[in-house]
């Protein structure tokens, strides 16, 4: 028999290794499940609606599983059509 090295995780690696055989979900995996099944156009209006709450684009970023970068985008994005909408 062949004896394989443990590793010891921590509980951040556990909990993703939870999610990943289907296991019990964290309250924030679930809420970013719940925010890609949604269609662009409610993604993008959730994305508005946490940013119009004051949370930072950092915090975002985090609680949507996405990249600082693209929360920056569909913000310019729809202040862009905002501004063009008032004109």
Not at 13 to 19: S, T, V
Not at 67 to 74: G, H
């Given at each position: 028999m062949i004896r394989r090295p443990t590793l010891t995780l921590g509980p951040e690696?556990?909990?993703?290794?939870?999610?990943r055989i289907g296991g019990a979900l964290s309250t924030e995996a679930l809420a970013r499940f719940h925010f890609h099944a949604l269609a662009p156009t409610e993604q993008t209006a959730a994305i508005r609606r946490l940013a119009a709450a004051g949370q930072g684009e950092h915090t975002i970023a985090h609680a949507t599983g996405l990249?600082?970068?693209?929360?920056?985008?569909?913000l310019a994005a729809s202040n862009a059509n905002?501004?063009?909408n008032s004109a």
């Open positions: 690696a556990h909990e993703r290794r939870q999610e990249s600082v970068d693209m929360i920056r985008r569909v905002n501004q063009g």
